[in-house]
């Protein structure tokens, strides 16, 4: 622990650990399973269609940039 910490915190002993004897400081198990795991196979997805199919991503860019341009017009 830093110098300036035990200045802004005094009641904070040196030895302990955040968390420790904290009410309601528990770690709860995260429920999000079925959203990683949705999440994980969208980017695996486009990994593979970075690697077998550029073209969908130049199309992309493309269309991003043509849509930006036209908003500052």
Partial sequence: M??????KEPE???????????PGGDVTPGRSGLPELLGLT?????GVLFVLRPDFY???VHVFAARAASLVH
């Fill in 2 to 7: 830093t110098q300036r910490v035990r200045d």
């Fill in 58 to 60: 130049e199309a992309g």
């Fill in 42 to 46: 969208l980017t695996a997805g486009a």
């Fill in 12 to 22: 904070t002993t040196l030895g302990a650990s955040a968390g420790i004897d904290v």
